[in-house]
């Protein structure tokens, strides 16, 4: 992001798992360029250690939310208000041979890498779809694009959130909304 870029001042950005990692950079460098952020996670203590970071930096809140459960995403997002940028970066990679691969890790992958996705996004996008504004970047990764041995679950949930963004990104293109997935590699958090 160009420091010169002065549209995002007054621009309202949640960042899912804001609280670590990727979600806690992207969060930096948005609000470096004037953007006002609400960090979201599951983990209240990691979230307010981010907060406190990056109070300097400008606007910055954080709100508890668990992106698998249906009630907590629209009371977080309620409670966020307006928001013009939505970073879906929450998610969670788990190993196990394919064999080794039960219904719970399954099913956990799907809810935080997809689930979430489809939830989060489902929270914001009448209010832009009705400013007729927006932006969503979903953060996706290289294992949803080619896949990998040992994360299938996860792979499979990362194919998934490609495909959802390119068909969201379709239907909302001609309403002032953008919708773009990010695939980075892999990245120690």
Same mark, same amino acid.
């Given at each position: 992001?160009n420091?010169?870029?002065?549209?995002?001042?007054?621009q309202?950005?949640?960042v899912t798992?804001?609280g670590s990692?990727?979600?806690?950079a992207?969060?930096?460098?948005?609000? *470096?360029?004037?953007a006002?952020?609400?960090?979201m996670? *599951?983990n209240a203590?990691r979230l307010?250690?981010q *907060?406190?970071?990056?109070?300097t930096?400008g606007?910055v809140?954080?709100i508890?939310?668990?992106?698998?459960q249906?009630?907590?995403?629209?009371?977080a &997002?309620?409670?966020?208000?307006?928001?013009?940028?939505?970073?879906n970066?929450?998610?969670?990679?788990?190993?196990?041979? &394919?064999?080794?691969?039960?219904m719970t890790?399954?099913?956990?992958?799907l809810?935080?890498?997809?689930?979430?996705? &489809?939830?989060?996004?489902?929270?914001v996008?009448?209010?832009?779809?009705e400013?007729?504004?927006g932006?969503?970047?979903n953060?996706?990764?290289?294992a949803?694009?080619?896949g990998?041995?040992?994360?299938?679950?996860?792979?499979?949930?990362k194919?998934g959130?490609?495909?959802l963004?390119?068909?969201l990104a379709?239907?909302?293109a001609?309403k002032?909304?953008?919708?773009?997935?990010v695939?980075?590699?892999y990245t120690e958090?």
């Amino acid at each position: 992001m160009n420091s010169n870029h002065s549209s995002l001042a007054e621009q309202h950005a949640v960042v899912t798992g804001g609280g670590s990692g990727i979600g806690a950079a992207i969060a930096e460098a948005l609000l *470096r360029v004037g953007a006002r952020v609400t960090l979201m996670g *599951r983990n209240a203590e990691r979230l307010e250690m981010q *907060r406190e970071k990056c109070h300097t930096l400008g606007d910055v809140a954080s709100i508890t939310v668990d992106v698998t459960q249906e009630e907590s995403v629209a009371k977080a &997002f309620s409670k966020a208000g307006a928001v013009d940028i939505l970073i879906n970066n929450a998610g969670q990679a788990q190993a196990a041979p &394919f064999t080794h691969t039960d219904m719970t890790l399954w099913q956990r992958m799907l809810d935080v890498n997809l689930t979430g996705v &489809f939830l989060g996004t489902r929270a914001v996008l009448p209010g832009m779809l009705e400013r007729k504004n927006g932006r969503i970047v979903n953060v996706a990764s290289t294992a949803g694009q080619i896949g990998y041995a040992y994360v299938a679950a996860y792979c499979a949930a990362k194919h998934g959130v490609i495909g959802l963004t390119r068909s969201l990104a379709l239907e909302v293109a001609t309403k002032g909304i953008t919708v773009n997935a990010v695939c980075p590699g892999y990245t120690e958090t």
